[in-house]
C-alpha cells in the first residue's frame, strides 16, 4: 500500500465533520479533509502528506448543487467539477468559470474532484483561484464558532495556505454576476494539455464609447498566490482601446511580478515572457467578447 | 477501531462485501482483493490513466480513490466491458485498428471511450484528443488509437456490435 496509515471517518453531516474536526484538533491529531481527492491523493501515494486521520465529506450531498440566488450562483462546495462544466446555468451565467473548468485536469479528473478542492488547496498553478479573483467570488466557511463569508481576495494566503481553519469547513462558493456586456478571457499556456499551468491570465472589463473600463486582470501560476496585475489594469483603464496597448499592458504587468517562480517546467524569464503575451491576447479577446 | 473497514460494492454487476484497510486505493482493492487484474496500475498517483474504470458510469482514475470510498458504488472495470464473450465494439475496434502494441495502457483508453461514446456517438478527433487526453501511451504515438476510437463510434452507430457499455444491466 502506497500511503502510510491513516484512521477514515466520513461523517453523515457537516455539523458531525466540524465536531469531529474539533475532537482531532483538541486531542492533537493531525487531520485532513477529503473531498474529491484528486490533489489529496497523490499527495498521499507519494508520501509528501502523511496526516494520522482523514474526515472524508462524501456523505454530505447536501453540498452539491448548483443553483441561481438572485444575480448570484452558489455552488456546493462538493459539486463535481464536471457538474459545473456540464452545467448550462454555469455556461450562460458565467462563461469564464466555465473556461476555466475547462482547463482543470482531464475528464477523469473532473469527475471526482470537488469543486470547492481546488479553492482549499490553493495552488498557486490552478484555475479557480484565479478565475475566483476575477469574478470576485465569495467563499462560505463552516466551523465550530458557526458559519462565516471570506472574499476570494482575502481566501489565499500564499502557496497552498488559506485562510481556512483546521477545524474549518468550505461549504459553498458564491458568484456573483458579471454586470451586462462584460467582455472576459480565460487563457493558459500548459506543456501538455491538462498539465498546471506555467502560466495564465484571467481578465473583465467593459468598453463604454470605445474606452476600457473595470478592467481586472488577474495572473496565475507566476507567485506565491494568483495576483491581480494592477500595472497593466492601469495601461488600459479609461483608455481607447488598440493592440499596442495591451502589448503595453502586457508588459507593465510582467515587469511588475515580484518574483515568478523558476521551476523545471519554465525559467523565470519565461514566465514573465508568457504573462506578457497572455495579459495582451486576453485583453483583445475580452474586448471582442463585450457587448459595446 | 478505523482503519479498517467494511464495503460492499459492486463490479460488472456482481456484489462483493470485503474489509479493507483505510489506505487501500480503489485500483489494489479491484486487483489484489477481486482479483480483477485487468485494471493496471502506471503511475499510481493520477498521471497516467491505465487504471481509469467507471464509477458510477463515470470514468475515474481508481489510484486517486481509495476503496473505502467507494463504498456502495456501481463500478465498471474493462473485464465489464464484453458480453456473453462478444467483445464491445471499442475493445474490436482498438485490435481492428491497432490502438495497441504493448496493451498497458489500453484498458484505461478503452474504459474512457466507452464513457466518450455513449455520451456522443459521432465525436471529432479534437473531442477524442480532449476525452483521452488523460492517457498516456508510450507505444502507438496515438494515431492508431484516433482511429480505434473513430471507428468503434461508426461501429456503434451502425449497431454492428450491441453496445455492452451501460453498466446497470448484466
Known amino acids: ?292 | 477501531m478505523t482503519t479498517r473497514h467494511q464495503i460492499s460494492v459492486t463490479v460488472n454487476g456482481v456484489n462483493y462485501q470485503r474489509e479493507v484497510d483505510a489506505r487501500l486505493t480503489l485500483a489494489d482493492f479491484v486487483r489484489h482483493d477481486l482479483s480483477l487484474g485487468g485494471t493496471h496500475v502506471g503511475c499510481e498517483h493520477g498521471v497516467c490513466g491505465a487504471c481509469t474504470i467507471l464509477v458510477n458510469g463515470a470514468s475515474m482514475r481508481s489510484c486517486l480513490m481509495l476503496a473505502v470510498q467507494a463504498d456502495g458504488a456501481e463500478l465498471t472495470t474493462v473485464e465489464g466491458l464484453s458480453r456473453n464473450g462478444e467483445l464491445h465494439p471499442v475493445q474490436q475496434a482498438f485490435i481492428d485498428r491497432h490502438g495497441l502494441q504493448c496493451g498497458f495502457c489500453t484498458p484505461g483508453f478503452l474504459i474512457s471511450t466507452a464513457e466518450l461514446l455513449q455520451g456522443n456517438p459521432n465525436p471529432s478527433d479534437d473531442e477524442i484528443a480532449d476525452a483521452l487526453g488523460g492517457h498516456l501511451c508510450r507505444c502507438t504515438g496515438y494515431q492508431s488509437i484516433l482511429e480505434s476510437v473513430q471507428l468503434a463510434a461508426q461501429m456503434m452507430r451502425e449497431g454492428t456490435i450491441v453496445d455492452a457499455a451501460s453498466p446497470a444491466e448484466a
Open chain 1, 1 to 292: 500500500m502506497k500511503p502510510a496509515p491513516f484512521d477514515y471517518y466520513a461523517p453523515d453531516t457537516l455539523s458531525d465533520v466540524v465536531a469531529l474536526l474539533q475532537r482531532l484538533e483538541n486531542d492533537d491529531i493531525d487531520a485532513k479533509v477529503l473531498a474529491g481527492g484528486q490533489s489529496l491523493l497523490p499527495m498521499l501515494s507519494l508520501r509528501v502528506a502523511r496526516p494520522e486521520a482523514l474526515v472524508d465529506l462524501r456523505k454530505l450531498a447536501d453540498l452539491n448543487y448548483i443553483r441561481e440566488e438572485g444575480d448570484t450562483l452558489a455552488i456546493g462546495a462538493m459539486t463535481t467539477k464536471s457538474a459545473v462544466e456540464d452545467s448550462p446555468l454555469v455556461q450562460r451565467r458565467q462563461p469564464l468559470l466555465h473556461a476555466a473548468t475547462r482547463l482543470v485536469g482531464h475528464r477523469q479528473i473532473r469527475n471526482r474532484g470537488s469543486f470547492g478542492g481546488s479553492f482549499t488547496q490553493a495552488d498557486p498553478a490552478s484555475e479557480y483561484p484565479a478565475a475566483a479573483i476575477a469574478l470576485d467570488m465569495e467563499l462560505k466557511v463552516v466551523g465550530p464558532d458557526g458559519e462565516r463569508r471570506v472574499a476570494a481576495q482575502d481566501f489565499f494566503i500564499t502557496y497552498m495556505t488559506t485562510d481556512l481553519d483546521t477545524t474549518e469547513v468550505l461549504t459553498e462558493i458564491r458568484v456573483p454576476a458579471l454586470p451586462a456586456g462584460t467582455g472576459w478571457s480565460f487563457q493558459e499556456i500548459a506543456r501538455r494539455h491538462g498539465d498546471f499551468a506555467m502560466a495564465g491570465v484571467a481578465v473583465t472589463l467593459r468598453v463604454e464609447n470605445g474606452v476600457c473600463r473595470a478592467p481586472r486582470i488577474v495572473a496565475f501560476g507566476v507567485g506565491a498566490t494568483a495576483l491581480r496585475l494592477p500595472e497593466a489594469e492601469q495601461v488600459v483603464d479609461g483608455k481607447a482601446l488598440d493592440s499596442a496597448l495591451f502589448q503595453e499592458a502586457g508588459h507593465a504587468g510582467a515587469a511588475a511580478l515580484e518574483e515568478p517562480s523558476s521551476d523545471v517546467h519554465a525559467s523565470a524569464d519565461y514566465r514573465r515572457q508568457l504573462v506578457a503575451v497572455l495579459v495582451a491576447r486576453g485583453l483583445a479577446e475580452a474586448v471582442a467578447r463585450s457587448a459595446a
